[in-house]
């Protein structure tokens, strides 16, 4: 009996336990929560529309107060959550798509980076898990012929929680609703869900780039008095008058502002030398997919796949958090191959089996590159 649960489930256990690891080995206590993101769960709606406040509003249903024991529940939850929604996925996909070395390869890519779950453990709260977690559920409807026009209902929720999904992970998913739309040539039907999709999202965005702060704020001080009053985390006065400009400042403002001081040539040049040579495999990949592919619809969304990274430039350019855009980077290119993959791309299945096949013949490279990049888990904040 057991052994036959085991061999069906045997894929969804063994990525559930190594994720479950990595979050019992980075996670923090309560206290060594950081302060800095937490700020962004005080939020609500209650004196008008504000940028990555759909969190708080949606606490602020159930409690008048915001604790650090709520909020440690709350993200260690949404956690779990993730770790359990990535191995039900992860497992189904390696059963289901035909080269399965190359469907765990990019599954171990993407939990095995140093900037998954371990960042996102050691810095409990961040709303990126969110976001994530989103859009694994929203690719999943996205199979189903109904549930698929949720999909934009989903992906303005990511917005809402935080405004950088624009930037992140809503690009594979654009990309994935574009491909279904060339493939499957039903224009009527998936050119909705596209325009439906892609109009709400820009709309919603510019809103969203203009609002920095609610407007039934009068002042920065009187935002902070809101703050200390609903907070029950150890948030000083001096501490919030000192972060909240840079954070709810003048959308524009802010921007031509703080541009040049988020610039760190020493991080982008650390970023660089880790994660350049699993980029350019990435790259590599689609390049030769698209060489091998037939048709120019579909030629054009492995185009996109391919230069789906220069997406995140602003996310770059007006946030110092560059590990973060980097790990969605990351993230975000092994769901556009895992998604080629479960479609049965002929020219991205080729190209896949042609890198397994190389580095399964070099396996010292992998090993290698491996340790190369562990030995930065400082650099990474880890």
């Avoid at 159930?62 to 993200?75: M, P």
């Avoid at 698929?148 to 994935?176: K, W």
Wanted: hydrophobic letters at 55%.
């Amino acid at each position: 009996m057991l052994r036959k649960i085991y061999d069906k489930t045997k894929y969804e256990i063994c990525i559930l336990f190594f994720l479950l690891a990595q979050l019992i080995a980075f996670v923090p206590d309560k206290e060594g929560m950081p302060l800095w993101q937490l700020l962004t769960y005080l939020g609500d709606y209650s004196h008008g529309y504000m940028p990555r406040a759909f969190l708080g509003e949606i606490i602020s249903w159930f409690s008048d107060t915001v604790s650090l024991e709520l909020l440690f529940g709350l993200s260690l939850t949404v956690l779990v959550l993730l770790c359990v929604a990535i191995a039900l996925v992860g497992g189904y996909l390696i059963r289901h798509i035909e080269n399965k070395s190359a469907v765990t390869a990019i599954i171990a890519v993407m939990i095995g980076s140093p900037i998954f779950m371990p960042l996102f453990s050691s810095w409990l709260g961040l709303m990126d898990v969110y976001l994530i977690l989103l859009t694994i559920i929203a690719f999943t409807l996205n199979e189903n012929k109904v549930l698929r026009f949720t999909v934009p209902i989903i992906a303005l929720l990511c917005t809402a929680i935080h405004h950088a999904y624009l930037f992140l992970y809503m690009v594979p998913l654009a990309i994935a609703l574009l491909y279904d739309l060339f493939k499957n040539k039903k224009y009527l039907r998936d050119g909705l869900l596209c325009s439906v999709t892609y109009v709400s999202l820009i709309a919603f965005g510019l809103i969203t780039v203009k609002t920095r702060t609610a407007d039934g704020f009068s002042s920065i001080d009187e935002m902070v008095d809101f703050m200390l009053e609903k907070s029950e985390v150890p948030l000083s006065r001096e501490w919030l008058q000192s972060v909240v400009p840079n954070e709810y400042t003048t959308g524009v403002d802010y921007i031509s502002e703080t541009v040049t001081s988020t610039m760190s040539v020493f991080n982008l040049l650390g970023i660089v030398a880790i994660f350049a040579p699993l980029l350019l495999l990435f790259a590599f990949g689609w390049i030769k997919a698209i060489k091998h592919s037939a048709d120019k619809g579909e030629k054009f969304a492995l185009f996109l796949c391919l230069i789906h990274p220069i997406s995140s430039v602003p996310a770059y350019i007006f946030g110092l958090n560059w590990n973060r855009w980097t790990s969605a980077i990351i993230t975000s290119q092994c769901i556009l191959y895992l998604f080629m993959l479960y479609r049965k791309n002929e020219a991205v299945s080729a190209s896949v089996e042609k890198i397994t096949g190389f580095f399964k013949k070099h396996l010292a490279i992998v090993v290698f590159y491996i340790i190369y990049v562990a030995s930065f888990a400082k650099l990474l904040g880890m």
